[in-house]
T-cell receptor, first 118, second 110 residues
Framework: DAGITQSPRYKITETGRQVTLMCHQT?????MFWYRQDLGHGLRLIYY???????DKGEVPDGYVVSRSKTENFPLTLESATRSQTSVYFC?????????????????FGAGSRLTVL | KNEVEQSPQNLTAQEGEFITINCSYS?????LHWLQQHPGGGIVSLFM???GKKKHGRLIATINIQEKHSSLHITASHPRDSAVYIC????????????FGTGTLLAVQP
């Protein structure tokens, strides 16, 4: 199916465990992003990637690791989950950077992954 | 103080009303995005604009660069418009680092 898919949609884990959230897009978009959404904070950028093998930190990268060995996949790993990482995580993609002024350059979001760390 | 502020935080309207959601930002941006998030979480990009006005169906987005202000208008509102509306700014030179507002929760009652 075409689009951007996240898995799992819901995950409950315990403090200290490793968790990986998957993101897959079928458009061959160059840019991919991971955001977290928490009450009172809005969406905050964790990491982004401009192309395969190119990643960079966003606003709140601590405690997270990303990789992008293939254009279509951008997994987010919490190496040792903490309660403060309980959140809803959104993956997004765009053909170009989020500020490139082209009508075709639209951010497309996945459905979100709700993570609870006990 | 957030760099991107939205008002109001919550808005209840009757079906058919004209709705305005405001977004003010305190930093320089190269583009302003409006997003819609429905209950259940899915986020959809509505507009990206750097000047003037854009229209899509019953939705209109305007931006005033000098005043650092953008508005999202919904004409002839409908209960299916009920959602959280989020504005976000793109930093010049930091092309991918959007700064998000905290959203406006809109409820349109029949």
């Amino acid at each position: 199916d075409a689009g951007i898919t996240q898995s799992p949609r819901y995950k409950i884990t315990e403090t200290g465990r490793q968790v990986t959230l998957m993101c897959h897009q079928t458009w061959s978009h160059s840019y991919m992003f991971w955001y977290r959404q928490d009450l009172g904070h809005g969406l905050r950028l964790i990491y982004y990637s401009a192309a395969a093998d190119i990643t960079d930190k966003g606003e709140v990268p601590d405690g997270y690791v990303v990789s992008r060995s293939k254009t279509e996949n951008f997994p987010l790993t919490l190496e040792s989950a903490t309660r403060s990482q309980t959140s809803v995580y959104f993956c997004a993609s765009s053909p170009l950077g989020g500020s490139t002024l082209s009508g075709a350059n639209v951010l497309t979001f996945g459905a979100g992954s709700r993570l609870t760390v006990l | 103080k957030n760099e991107v502020e939205q008002s109001p935080q919550n808005l209840t309207a009757q079906e058919g009303e004209f709705i305005t959601i405001n977004c003010s930002y305190s930093v320089g941006i190269s583009a302003l995005h409006w997003l819609q998030q429905h209950p259940g979480g899915g986020i959809v990009s509505l507009f990206m604009l750097s000047s003037g006005k854009k229209k899509h169906g019953r939705l209109i987005a305007t931006i005033n660069i000098q005043e650092k202000h953008s508005s999202l208008h919904i004409t002839a509102s409908h209960p299916r418009d009920s959602a959280v509306y989020i504005c976000a700014g793109s930093r010049p030179g930091a092309t991918n680092k959007l700064i998000f507002g905290t959203g406006t929760l809109l409820a349109v009652q029949p």
